[in-house]
């Protein structure tokens, strides 16, 4: 089965940008309640995820940042951790099965790599509860 009719789409989605800032990243991933949100670039290609530890270690390695200074530092200057791979939107859930076992959500792109939305690995493995045969 292809993930298109799995894929929340990037107007339901949590993600940042590449322009936005370290105090936007932190409200954003505060209101959204999420540990770990996408990131895309100006051209809305997927580029990583950002996660909450991300933040800290840049905030605990940085001499001289705070809170009240965060918004002073983009998210594209923040090392991103963990790179979640991301899948093209002509995938099958076969591809996605590895990639859940270590990932929250699986980022889908076009075949430009532009952002289209996610894959939430619960709907991964509540499609294989469904479909597991004796």
Known sequence: M??????????????????????????????SQYSAVPVIDTDGKYIGTLSEGDLLWKLKCTSGLN?????????????KRIYNECVAINAHMEDMLTLAADQNFVPVVDDDRVFLGIVRRK???EYYTRNITD
């Open 67 to 79: 809170f009240d200074n965060m918004g002073e530092i983009p998210v594209s200057g923040i090392k």
């Open 2 to 31: 292809e993930i298109r009719s799995f894929l929340l789409p990037k107007d339901k989605v949590a993600y940042l940008t590449t322009a936005q800032s370290m105090t936007e990243a932190l409200e954003l991933l505060e209101a």
């Open 123 to 125: 709907d991964i493995i």
